[in-house]
């Protein structure tokens, strides 16, 4: 057990001792990577768990139904974000909300208006709004990101940022993701500052790593550690040089426990174990395992030409971030989580990413391959036998003429 572990185990223990467990929590978007990590150390200290979920084939949840503590502990509720007062049944009789669903998508081609904007927004004045209709409740913990905190990496490779700081460059077309959890949690705060009920935490951690309830391939903290270590096509030259400040999802859900259940927590806390960057990522698990397809060196494609590409990778990522997040790296100060009444501690990152990539070892996901940069040199190697061929040939013509 690494001292980051027992630190936040001892931690926790000494919050829930003389807490009284009587009344259920809720966990919205309980299908959620975060989510489920939640669920289940919820229902390990004993608490029952008003889960809310969006699912239409429940059978899809029977991994929380298994959990220990489930059957009789863990009700499920069908709940939609911009449906009003469907949340009403889960959070009756409930006394602390956690509040993480909330759309975590990156891809090419979004309405980012309707899929991301409306949902993380809507959906939090929804929930916050059933708050104030129900009696019992008395803390809210919201899970928000640092994208809350700045857009790009250049926003904060010059000096540190903290929880003062507001992401204020984020839009509908560049880094639209963070534009949407900038919004919910700045209306998070108006509606938390119009009544005296409940008192509200944030959470704003960076990327999410570490082991799911199971493998979840849908998921955007997944899909980049899958582009990493899965031979993709986007790694055949290297791994891209994008700055990505990291946290454990087992550290990330132990302080939205501590938020929920001790009242001297305030405020927003930024949770970041490393300010790291995609190659550090790679670095690290081809150390780790060797015989995977995990890229060696750092991409050597100029900035510009990264650029210049990025809207044709159709990655859902525009110019504007290459250029800002490429060859920097970010400042995130953390201490308020540390020093302050958070105060938990955090796992090695290396820890983060080996348990998460063997996870996806485990599930099939990942096979053992050569280093993708092999495909890269075989293009290279082709391409230059397919411009010094006929150079060859015409020399050869020229001398016997």
Not at 318 to 342: F, H, M, Y
Request: one cysteine or more; hydrophobic letters at 40%; charged letters at 15%.
């Amino acid at each position: 057990m690494t001292d980051a572990v027992h630190h936040n185990q001892e931690r926790l223990a000494q919050v829930l001792k003389d807490y009284d467990k009587s009344k259920p929590v809720v966990v919205t978007g309980v299908d959620g990577y975060l989510a489920g990590v939640l669920v289940q150390q919820l229902l390990s200290h004993g608490f029952v768990v008003h889960g809310t979920h969006i699912q239409t084939n429940e059978s899809n949840l029977n991994y929380l139904r298994s959990l220990p503590q489930a059957k009789h502990n863990l009700k499920l509720f069908r709940a939609n974000l911009l449906d009003e007062g469907s949340f009403d049944e889960a959070f009756r009789g409930c006394e602390v909300v956690f509040h993480t669903a909330s759309p975590f998508l990156l891809q090419h081609g979004l309405d980012v208006e309707r899929q991301l904007v409306q949902p993380a927004v809507e959906g939090t004045r929804n929930v916050l709004q059933t708050c104030n209709r129900t009696p019992t409740i008395r803390r809210v913990v919201l899970t928000s990101s640092v994208g809350a905190i700045f857009a790009d990496a250049a926003d904060c490779s010059d000096s540190p940022v903290d929880e003062t700081t507001w992401n204020r460059t984020s839009t509908l077309i560049h880094q639209p993701y963070f534009y949407s959890k900038t919004l919910a949690e700045q209306e998070a705060w108006i509606i938390a500052g119009g009544q005296t009920q409940w008192s509200l935490v944030v959470i704003n951690p960076a990327m999410i790593l570490g082991p799911g309830l199971q493998y979840f391939p849908n998921s955007e903290s997944f899909k980049t550690i899958y582009k990493c270590g899965s031979g993709h096509w986007l790694t055949w030259f290297g791994s891209p040089t994008f700055a990505m400040p990291a946290v454990d999802i087992r550290d990330v859900v132990a302080a939205h426990m501590i938020a929920g259940f001790d009242m001297a927590v305030t405020g927003r806390h930024i949770l970041c174990s490393a300010n790291s960057s995609l190659p550090e990522f790679c670095q690290i698990l081809s150390r780790l395992f060797p015989n995977y397809p995990i890229p060696r060196i750092s991409a050597p494609i100029p900035i510009f030409a990264l650029a210049l590409v990025a809207p044709f990778l159709r990655q859902g990522i525009d110019r504007k971030a290459v250029w800002r997040n490429c060859n920097c790296r970010t400042q995130l100060d953390a201490t308020k989580s540390i020093q302050g009444a958070l105060n938990i501690r955090y796992r090695p990152l290396e820890v983060s990413l080996r348990d998460m990539y063997q996870q996806m070892i485990e599930a099939g996901a990942v096979q053992p391959a050569l280093p993708p940069e092999v495909y890269g040199l075989s293009i290279v190697l082709v391409a230059c036998l397919a411009i010094v061929s006929p150079l060859i040939q015409y020399y050869q013509w020229f001398r016997s003429s």
